[in-house]
Structure formats: structure tokens, C-alpha cells
């Protein structure tokens, strides 16, 4: 039976929130309106379509999402690090759309993926008589969807004595025929309910029910990536205000900049008659004017070395002062702090720190990052459980049946700035304590293909290096052991000791001889 009032609340529940995510996008791109307190200068300037905005309410957005990448997956088998890696990362290149799913879940507060296996026809065999084995082709799974969705089109509800349980979801696209649009309802269960409505009507009461969709994930095919449970918010919500405070100050000083190129003028006069003085091209009355070439009249009253005006009928004149350019200034950089402390951002995102001359680098980023580094590894530990559950739906899709100790891991980025002279002094140090080299550049960020690129063909002189450095510190220490056997001390564990370390060393290097052949 359909779910027809479902899916109506669920609809209403999607347009109340979609004001929200369409303001979160206007604050990052900067097409929201500019604030006035009085009608009457807003119907004067907005005619003027002149943009001045300056956009600082993206960065608390950009400089959460710049730390958030995705670098390499692995699991515990090694089958299904392959599959997750070819079928899924790279088949739906979410070496770049995970990123685009990111920066939406910082910046709506939500964003969906939509999962969905891919099926085609089993290759048939041909029997002795030429015919195929059967009549209809066996559907095989070929690959496994995973694409971007926006919150505006779709929203997935919970329960609400249990807020991580999915209940249901919807989603709402328009046709392409005339006012026509479609929606599904996704069940927990895993039926998926389809609804349209007529050409000419797009209304909410308007749906109504088509038909069951089959639905081979079994389940809710959406997965939820947000900042906040059980829904997000915009990152840069704080910012909103401080950015129209900035728009405000801005838009006005520029706006009054062709009064301090060009001042407004005034003339006085005690005593003003027709005759002396009026609204002619200059005051005129009795004055002269000169005609161009093309006998216009013109003003003779032209600025130029050696000059004379002669402004008869007034008795002084001047110009009104321009608005100071300080008074706009000021209240503009307390703006930048206030955004800058509300959405917990260093103020040097928002501008140069002309203090600290210019922007900070090594142990002071890290320092001033605090924060920030603080907010974006929450950020990153809710979207490492969602990407995870998302890995995990592929896998069982493909696989139907998940072993119980399968372990998926996500490496991200290194949130911490590390200059990279830094990251690969550390990474040196860890390969003279004995840590592989594959794994130290692994650690400090590097994704796999890179390092296995760059060590293909020389792990051993790397591993001989490292020993042949161990020998050398053992050096003073094998010259006691010397001292020791003069003494008459059984040395034969000493001996098979330094006899397994020349053996390891000429070992790597006929090894190392073999791979070169």
C-alpha cells in the first residue's frame, strides 16, 4: 500500500529546509543582497547593479575543507582493497568528487551519496547446436554507483528515539515536461515507492503514486554526510552577519569614492538677481561663453596653467569635505576580527597580517591553527564513520557476505601544517629507527602510488643503507665485545650475531642484483 502522507510530510520537511541550504550558497558565492535599513537608498542603488561585495563569509568554509582529503583506502583483505580502490574510488573518480561532496557538507550542513550496483547480461554460452545454454541472460553486477547528491533534492529521516537509525528518505527531481516532477520514497525496508504529477501541476498534493522500483541494496541507497548530528549546519553560519557588516562598510565607501576625485562645489552669493547670476552653463546672466569648433557653447571657465576664472555674481565658493575614509576602515577590520573569532578562523585567512609581516609559516601556523585544527578533526572523525559506511554498502553489495573481521581504513591528510622539509626530515627519522620506508611516507601523507613509485626497484639499497648505518653505530660496541673475548668471555652469540647482519647486507645486495637482471 503507498506511503502517500509520508511522502508528503516528507516533502514539506525538504522544502523548510531548503531556504537555509539556499542561503548557506548565496553567503558562499556571493550573491546574497545587500542589507539597507531605509527603502528609499535601496531603491536608489540597487538600480545601479554595481557589485562591490568583497566574499570573506567562503573562507571559514574553505579553510575547513583544504584539510580535509581523502589520500589512500586499505582494508584487511587484500581482495577487497582492490575492488574499493579500481571499482569504486576510481571507477567513480572519487579522488575529485569526494572532495565536491566535502566542501557541500561544510557548506549546507548536509549533502547525500547515492549508492547503486550496475548489472548487464552474463556472457552466454554457445551449446553444439548453436543456440545459448539459456533463455534469458543472467544479470552479473559490472560496478557499483556512487555519486554526489545535493540536500536540496534529497533528505534522509531518522528515528527519533534513535537518531542514527534511518527510517525513510526522499527525493524530488523535475522532468523536463512542462511543470511534471518525480519523487521516490525509500523505505527501510527497501521498497522504493516512485510518485508524479500531472504536466501542468508541480504541487506538493499533486503526487501521486506510479509504481514500485526494485531495489537490490535491500535498503536506504543514501549516504548521509554532515558536520552535526542528526543534521548539519553551514559552517560559515556565524559569518553571515560580520559579512554583511563588511558589505555595508565597503559598498559605502566606494560608492562616495567619486566624491573625494571629484568634491562637490558650491558658490555663495550675498545678493543674487536674474540678471546677475542663474542656472546657465556658468551662472550666467552677462558672462561671455565661448562656442567650439562646432559653435556649442561651452564653459570658459577651463582649468589649465595661467588660467583665470571669472565667476562674476558670487562672493566666495568651495567644495563640501568627502566622508573620511577611516571611519569606514576601522569598523571594517573589526568585522574581519569578529567573523574571524566567531567561526573560530584565523584572522591571517581573511587578510595579510601586516604585524606579523605577512603570512605565518611553520611552528606559528601551527599555533594559530589551534583551533581551527581542533573544529576540523571533529569535522573529520564524523566524515571518516560515513565514508567508512559507505565503503562498507560497496563491499557488501559485491560481496554479499562481509567476513566479521574485515577492517576498512581511511587515511586522510595530515590535518597539522608540516612544512615539507619538516614532513621529510621526519620521515628519515623514522626509517633510521627501523620503520619501513614504504610506511613512514605513508604516515606523513603520501598516497601509496606515489611511494611506490618512488621506491620501485630500490627498497633494498634503502633497508642495506639503513644497516650499514646500524653496523657503523655498533662500531665502539663490537670493539668492547673484542676486548671481552682477550679476556677469555664465550663469544660465539656475539659472533653468529655480526655473521646474521653481514649475511642480511650481502643478502640485499644479491637480491637487489637479481631484480636489475
Known sequence: MPHKQVLRDSLKELDKAKPGYVEADKFYKGT???????????????????????????????????????????????EVTTFLQDEVWKANQLQFV??????????????????????????????????????????VMTGIIACYQSPMKVRVFYDDLNPSRKTHAVKRLKTGKGKQERAWL???????????????????????????????????????????????????????????????????????????????????????????GGDDIDWSGGDETIPDQDENIVSKLVSGPGRIWDMSGFDSVGQFASADVEQYLKPLDKAVELMA???????????????????PSGESVRQRDARLNT???????????????MLNMAVDLAFGEVPDDLSISIKWKPIEYVSETEKLELVQKKIDLGIPAAVAFAEAGYDEATVEAWLMGKPNDTELLRRVTLLNTMGDAVQKLGTAAALGIDMSQATELIQDLFGDIAGLREDNDEEGQ
Open 32 to 78: 546574497f543582497a545587500e542589507p539597507f535599513q531605509s527603502l528609499v537608498m535601496q531603491r536608489l542603488l540597487v538600480r545601479k547593479e554595481v557589485n562591490y561585495k568583497a566574499v570573506l563569509s567562503s573562507v571559514p568554509v574553505d579553510a575547513v575543507v583544504e584539510k580535509l582529503e581523502i589520500v589512500d583506502i586499505q582494508s584487511s583483505e587484500e
Open 98 to 139: 569526494h572532495k565536491t561532496a566535502i566542501l557541500a557538507a561544510e557548506k549546507f550542513g548536509d549533502a547525500y551519496i547515492f549508492m547503486w550496483p550496475e548489472y548487464d547480461d552474463a556472457e552466454q554460452v554457445v551449446t553444439e547446436e548453436g543456440a545459448p545454454d539459456a533463455d534469458e541472460p543472467e544479470q
Open 186 to 276: 525509500y523505505l527501510d525496508d527497501g521498497t522504493i515507492e516512485m510518485y508524479e504529477t500531472p504536466l501542468n501541476k508541480c504541487g506538493i498534493d499533486d503526487f501521486e503514486y506510479i509504481e514500485d522500483v526494485d531495489n537490490p541494496t535491500e535498503g536506504i541507497p543514501f549516504i548521509h554526510l554532515r558536520n552535526d548530528l542528526p543534521y548539519g549546519c553551514p559552517l560559515h553560519r556565524n559569518a553571515y552577519g560580520p559579512q554583511n557588516q563588511i558589505t555595508k562598510f565597503l559598498v559605502n565607501e566606494v560608492s562616495g569614492s567619486d566624491f573625494n576625485a571629484f568634491p562637490q562645489r558650491y558658490a555663495l552669493a550675498k545678493t543674487r538677481s536674474a540678471s546677475t
Open 341 to 359: 573569532s566567531a567561526t573560530n578562523t584565523p584572522v591571517y585567512y581573511f587578510k595579510a597580517d601586516s604585524t606579523g609581516g605577512g603570512t
Open 375 to 389: 573544529k576540523t578533526e571533529w569535522q573529520q572523525k564524523l566524515l571518516d564513520s560515513q565514508f567508512d559506511e
